[in-house]
């Protein structure tokens, strides 16, 4: 596990399942990261616990002292060879949202990034109207490097996508 001040990043386990899936069942925040999906919840089950796949590591993010999920952070298309990945966080409760907790959490897994898978480059998407996502990872240090303009259809309009990224202080 990792240990920031307010945060604690660790595995996802089974009870956190119902969180999970509930924030995966909103529409309203589908809207924020893609098209809605009613899940299913033997998928979710294989998606979260079961799959076994060396190229992502998905990280709970959990409010000391509180043992439930506050959300997740995902790290995935690790490239070892070009020391490269993609990064996302989701904070599933609403409430904790605008806190503070998202930068800690996103703090201390590019520092994992950095320090113990050995990458140099972290890059993300993101939707253009997700302005809070977009202020958050400026705030980590992602600076802009593209728009995919009408990328992806989501209830009935075409949504541009930002490309953000981030070279690890002295490669």
Not at 59 to 79: D, H, T
Request: net charge negative.
């Amino acid at each position: 596990m990792i240990f920031g001040k307010r945060v604690v990043l660790g595995p996802i386990m089974p009870p956190d399942l119902t969180s999970l899936f509930q924030w995966t069942d909103s529409a309203e925040d589908a809207a924020i990261n893609g098209t809605y999906r009613p899940p299913s919840w033997n998928e979710q089950e294989e998606f979260w616990l079961l799959q076994q796949d060396p190229s992502r590591i998905f990280f709970a993010i959990r409010i000391k002292p509180r043992s439930e999920i506050a959300g997740y952070i995902q790290i995935r298309e690790i490239e070892p060879v070009h020391r490269s990945a993609k990064i996302g966080i989701w904070i599933g409760e609403a409430a904790e949202r605008g806190k503070g907790i998202g930068f800690e959490a996103l703090e201390l897994a590019i520092d994992y990034c950095w320090r113990q898978l050995n990458l140099r480059r972290l890059t993300l998407e993101v939707f253009a109207h997700n302005e809070a996502a977009i202020r958050l990872y400026a705030r980590s240090g992602f600076e802009r490097e593209g728009m995919l303009k009408s990328a992806q259809y989501v209830e009935g309009a075409w949504i541009d996508i930002v490309l953000m990224a981030l070279q690890r202080p002295g490669g």
